[in-house]
């Protein structure tokens, strides 16, 4: 006997998979943190199963859309100067 609750059919859980494959790192959060809330309490650890993704992204993801001042602009992957810096040329 199974325990593991699932609350998507078969059919739509590809398309959703396709979708969330096609998307980027900060699209990704903020898509599980949606279905999380559409699906409600319980659903977290399900999403992440399902989507292959730890719990906390779905948190991070609810509290960046969440934030009252918080602007979802996917235009950019890091915020302005994150990342490795470059190497300087002597």
Known sequence: M??????YEDDFL??????YR????????H???MEYERLGFGSKRYLARVFSCH????KKGLQELSENNYET???RQRVAGGGRKKKKLN
């Open 55 to 58: 719990r906390q992204t779905i």
């Open 2 to 7: 199974s325990r593991a609750k699932s609350y």
């Open 31 to 33: 898509f599980l943190a």
């Open 22 to 29: 096609s998307l980027s790192e900060k699209q990704r959060r």
């Open 14 to 19: 590809e398309k959703q998979l396709s979708y």
């Open 73 to 75: 602009d996917y235009s």
